[in-house]
C-alpha cells in the first residue's frame, strides 16, 4: 500500500496563459444564457461549444450550422466524428481539446458530480483559451468565482415567468402541456392513459430510448402531430419543447438506492421546462392528479418555483455548488502493468484525499466506476489468458458505459487483445436484420449497445469488424424499431393496467391489488 502511494504524483491541473476574459452566464432554464454564449462563439467564429450529453452538442451543432454553413461547424464526440477540424466544434466535455481561441463550457455545475466533474475541472482550470464563457444555474457561482475570481458575471433571469396552476387531471389536457414521471414503466402507463383520451396525439421521452428515437418523438410534438408529451426526467437536460403547461405525475423517483423525494433543483430545472421564450406565450406548472398509483406532492412543487437559498452578492438559488471534483490522469498513477491500475487507483484516490483535504472547493471525484470496468476487462482477460496494452487498458475502463452494460467491455476487451471467437459474436450484435421482431425493450438495449459500439470503432478501428459506419446502421434500426413499438404498446396501453381485469394499477406490477390477492 505505502510503496503504490510512494509513486502517485499529485498534480492540479494549471494553464499558462490565462485568458483574456472569462464571463459567467449563470441563472435558470430558458434565460437566454445559452444564447448569449453561443451568439459569442458565432460571432467569433472559432472555438469550442462544450456540454455534458451528446444529445446538447448535437443540439449545439443544428443551431450554429443553420446559422453559419456545416462547413463551418463540427461535431466531436465519443460516438461521431463530423467535420471535426472546423473552425468551431460542439462537443462533449471529455472530447473537448484543452486549447483554443474561445471556449463555451456548458452547464459548469456539473463540475461536482462525482463521477464526470473532473472532465469540467480540467477546462476550468487547465484550458488555454482566449475567451471563456461558462454557462450555468446561478447556484454554481460559489464555484465559478473561486475558479475565476476575476471573471465577468451576467445573471440571467427568466423570459418568461412560470405560474403554480395546481391540480390538474388527464382530461384537462390541453395541446402543449407534458406530463413528468420518473420511470419508464410509468411513462408508458402515462402515455397509455393519455391515448385512451386522445387516440394517437401523445409523444414519449425517456432515456433508454435511442437519440435518434427521442428526435423523432420531439418533432411530433414540435410539429404537432402529438398534441401531449410524457417525459421523464430527461426533460431537464437540454430539451426545448413548445411546452406550455408542464405537470409532475411523481414528486418521487428511485436514485439507484431509493426511492425519494425530488430536490428542489431537480424540480426546478424540470419545471422550467416549461414557458419556452419565442415557442410559447406563458408557462404553467402543477400536478396530475386522478391516477390512484400516480402521486405528486403540490407543496414540493409549488415551493421549488421559487429560489430559497442565499447565494454571494444578494442571489438567491436552490443550492449552493461550491466543489469541484478532480480525477486521477494515467500519468499520475506511474505505473507500467495493466495489472497494477486497480492498486494504483486505489492508492491515488487515498494520496489525492489528504492533499486536498485542505482545498475547501477541490474534492476527488469517484473512482468506484472506472474501477468496476477495470475488473470487469481484467476478469474476461484472465478468463481467456489474454494481455492489453497499458493505453488500450486505460482507454478501454474509460468507456462511456455505466454500470448496467460494463459486461460487453469484457468481449470488447478480449477482441482488441486478438481473440478472434469474439468477432463473431459482435458481427453478429451488429446485425441489424435480428431487430426485425424486437420487443420494445430489447430494441433499447440495442441501441445502447450501438453509441458503445460506435464509441469502440472510433477508438479501435476496424478491431473485430466493427466500424462506425456498422454501428451507426444498428443504432438507426434500433431507434426505428423503438418509435415503431412504443406506438404499438402506447396504443395497446397495457402497461399500469392489470393484467387480469384491466383495472388500473401501479405499472411495475401485472396485477392490481384485488386480482393478487384472489
Given amino acids: 500500500m505505502k510503496q503504490a502511494e510512494r509513486r502517485i504524483e499529485i498534480r492540479l491541473p494549471t494553464r499558462r496563459t490565462e485568458p483574456e476574459t472569462v464571463v459567467a ?19 467569433t467564429g472559432r472555438g469550442v461549444y462544450a456540454g455534458p450529453l451528446r444529445m446538447l452538442a448535437q443540439e449545439a451543432h443544428r443551431r450554429l450550422a443553420g446559422e453559419l454553413g456545416a462547413d463551418q461547424v463540427g461535431l466531436v464526440t465519443g460516438e461521431e466524428r463530423v467535420n471535426e477540424h472546423a473552425p468551431i466544434v460542439c462537443c462533449t466535455v471529455e472530447m473537448a481539446p484543452l486549447s483554443g481561441h474561445v471556449l ?6 456539473w463540475a461536482d458530480d462525482e463521477e464526470r466533474g473532473a472532465a469540467w475541472t480540467q477546462l476550468m482550470l487547465a484550458g488555454e483559451y482566449r475567451h471563456i464563457r461558462v454557462l450555468g444555474a446561478l447556484d454554481a457561482l460559489p464555484l465559478v ?6 471573471c465577468e458575471l451576467r445573471v440571467h433571469d427568466r423570459k418568461l415567468p412560470l405560474e403554480w396552476v395546481g ?3 388527464l382530461r384537462s389536457l390541453e395541446p402543449g402541456s407534458v406530463v413528468v414521471a420518473f420511470s419508464r414503466k410509468a411513462v408508458l402507463a402515462l402515455a397509455g392513459e393519455v391515448h385512451r383520451l386522445q387516440p394517437d396525439r401523445v409523444a414519449v421521452l425517456y432515456g433508454a430510448m435511442p437519440l435518434a428515437s427521442r428526435r423523432e418523438e420531439i418533432d411530433r410534438f414540435l410539429h404537432g402531430r402529438a398534441d401531449v408529451c410524457v417525459a421523464t426526467d430527461v426533460l431537464g437536460h437540454g430539451v426545448n419543447l413548445p411546452c406550455e403547461t408542464l405537470l409532475f405525475a411523481e414528486t418521487t423517483k428511485f436514485d439507484g438506492q431509493q426511492r425519494r423525494d425530488l430536490e428542489p433543483w431537480e424540480l426546478a430545472q424540470i419545471a ?8 410559447v406565450e406563458r408557462g404553467h406548472v402543477g400536478v396530475l392528479v386522478g391516477l390512484p398509483w400516480a402521486s405528486a406532492e403540490p407543496e414540493l412543487v409549488r415551493a421549488a418555483l421559487e429560489p430559497h437559498v442565499e447565494l454571494p452578492h444578494g442571489h438567491r438559488g436552490y443550492r449552493i455548488v461550491d466543489e469541484a471534483r478532480i480525477g486521477p490522469r494515467l500519468g499520475d498513477l506511474n505505473v507500467d502493468d495493466p495489472r497494477d491500475l486497480d492498486a494504483a487507483l486505489a492508492a491515488w484516490h487515498r494520496v489525492a484525499t489528504r492533499q486536498w483535504a485542505h482545498e475547501s472547493w477541490l474534492a476527488v471525484e469517484s473512482l468506484a466506476p472506472i474501477r468496476g470496468r477495470l475488473s470487469v476487462v481484467q476478469r474476461h482477460l484472465a478468463g481467456r489468458g489474454r494481455r492489453l496494452s497499458l493505453a488500450d487498458t486505460w482507454t478501454l475502463v474509460n468507456a462511456p458505459i455505466d454500470e448496467d452494460g460494463a459486461e460487453i467491455l469484457g468481449v470488447l476487451a478480449l477482441a482488441v487483445a486478438g481473440d478472434t471467437a469474439q468477432r463473431h459474436l459482435l458481427q453478429w450484435l451488429l446485425d441489424v436484420s435480428r ?3 424486437a420487443s420494445l425493450e430489447e430494441a433499447e438495449q440495442a441501441g445502447g449497445l450501438a453509441a458503445i459500439l460506435r464509441w469502440f470503432g472510433l477508438q479501435f478501428p476496424g478491431v473485430a469488424g466493427v466500424t462506425i459506419e456498422k454501428a451507426a446502421a444498428l443504432e438507426q434500426a434500433a431507434a426505428e424499431r423503438v418509435v415503431s413499438r412504443l406506438a404499438v404498446e402506447v396504443r395497446q396501453g397495457q402497461v399500469g393496467r392489470c393484467r387480469s381485469c384491466g383495472a388500473s394499477c401501479p405499472p411495475w406490477f401485472p396485477l392490481c391489488d384485488r386480482c393478487a390477492r384472489s
Avoid: I, M, W
Fill in 272 to 279: 422550467g421546462r416549461a414557458g419556452r421564450f419565442g415557442l
Fill in 167 to 169: 391540480e390538474r387531471s
Fill in 25 to 43: 452566464h449563470l441563472g435558470p432554464t430558458n434565460s437566454g444564457k445559452t444564447y448569449d454564449a453561443l451568439r459569442f462563439l458565432a460571432e
Fill in 104 to 109: 463555451v463550457l456548458d452547464e459548469v455545475q
Fill in 145 to 150: 468565482e473561486r475558479a475565476f475570481p476575476r
Fill in 435 to 437: 431487430l426485425r421482431e
